[in-house]
């Protein structure tokens, strides 16, 4: 499954970013705790390479918080700082403030010197769809002045607002890269709902994500869905696939299985797992 669009407003978004850009003192990347290397725009990582920049791990109450760790300490090796963020929840957005203060500590420093009083600290949120960019600015700004909801391309333009922690942000539409070369990134971006539903085959990517359990999540997977040893050993992925479709009672009716297997993930149903693994990545 290779995934290949470029629908024209996902390019003025890039380019609207790339503008933006000089207008601001740092770039807040979102990505999904889930996925911290597949959520990670490659275009946008090129657009904002010269600027300061810190990674926000979302959705971090979905994701397996031991490999959350393991990802922070990653990213803190390659220079940038990230925090981890549950927006949903509000917890951990006070450490953003800290964090951005602390990045900016010699900007900061100039103005105090200089008598500035009322210096504004801008920042741009970007990232992928659906990755909860525009609830992180409003629980930052303290009220529900972004549009959200639970699939990707909500926000469709860029907009300023101003928070009561003495920084302006900018929210932007998710943008998605124009060709997912690797079919492994199509089936995460999918699972995490980054991708509109009717773009990818629901059979694939709960193949791929059972797949992935029985290898990594293994208890998980057996104590949800109350599987048999002889479920799983000497048997394929699709056949598994097959034998919970039984289970839920949809008989042959594969596709309906497949949604409800996807749905039951990202309603933690099978618990927090986390698709990227920080060593295993890299390797490929
Ligand atoms: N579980 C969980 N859900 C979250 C979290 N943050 C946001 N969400 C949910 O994720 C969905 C997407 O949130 P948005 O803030 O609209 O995402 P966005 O990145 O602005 O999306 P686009 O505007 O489409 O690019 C919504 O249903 C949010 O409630 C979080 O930390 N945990
Ligand atoms: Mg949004």
Redesign the pocket.
């Given at each position: 499954m290779v995934l290949q669009w470029y629908p024209g407003h996902m390019n003025k978004a890039k380019n609207q970013v790339q503008d933006r850009l000089k207008l601001v003192d740092i770039v807040l990347e979102?990505v999904d705790a889930r996925l911290p290397f597949s959520s990670r725009n490659p275009v946008l990582e090129q657009i904002i390479d010269q600027k300061k920049h810190i990674i926000i791990l979302?959705?971090?109450?979905?994701a397996d918080p031991k490999v959350t760790a393991d990802w922070k300490l990653n990213f803190e090796q390659e220079g940038t700082k990230s925090i981890e963020?549950?927006?949903?929840?509000n917890k951990g957005l006070g450490k953003i403030k800290t964090l951005i203060r602390s990045e900016l500590s010699e900007k900061i420093e100039r103005y105090e010197r200089n008598g500035v009083k009322n210096y504004q600290i801008k920042a741009m949120c970007i990232?992928i769809?659906?990755?909860?960019?525009?609830?992180?600015l409003n629980r930052l700004v303290g009220k529900n002045v972004?549009v959200?909801?639970?699939?990707?391309?909500?926000?469709k333009n860029q907009n300023w607002l101003k928070t009561n922690i003495g920084i302006d942000l900018l929210?932007t539409?998710?943008i998605l890269w124009p060709k997912i070369d690797d079919p492994k990134v199509g089936m995460k971006l999918a699972l995490s709902g980054a991708i509109k539903d009717k773009i990818y085959e629901p059979d694939d990517v709960a193949i791929y994500a059972l797949n992935f359990m029985e290898t990594h999540y293994m208890d998980q997977l057996q104590e949800t869905y109350k599987l048999d040893k002889s479920d799983i050993f000497n048997h394929t992925t699709p056949e598994l696939l097959m034998t919970l479709s039984q289970k839920f009672g949809y008989n042959d009716d594969y596709d309906r299985a497949a949604r409800r297997i996807i749905d039951d993930i990202r309603k933690l149903k099978l618990g927090r797992v986390t698709f990227d693994v920080p060593g295993e990545f890299y390797e490929e």
């Open positions: 979102i979302n959705k971090s109450d979905l963020l549950d927006a949903k929840h990232g769809p659906n990755v909860g960019k525009s609830t992180i972004a959200t909801g639970n699939k990707p391309g909500v926000t929210d539409p998710g």
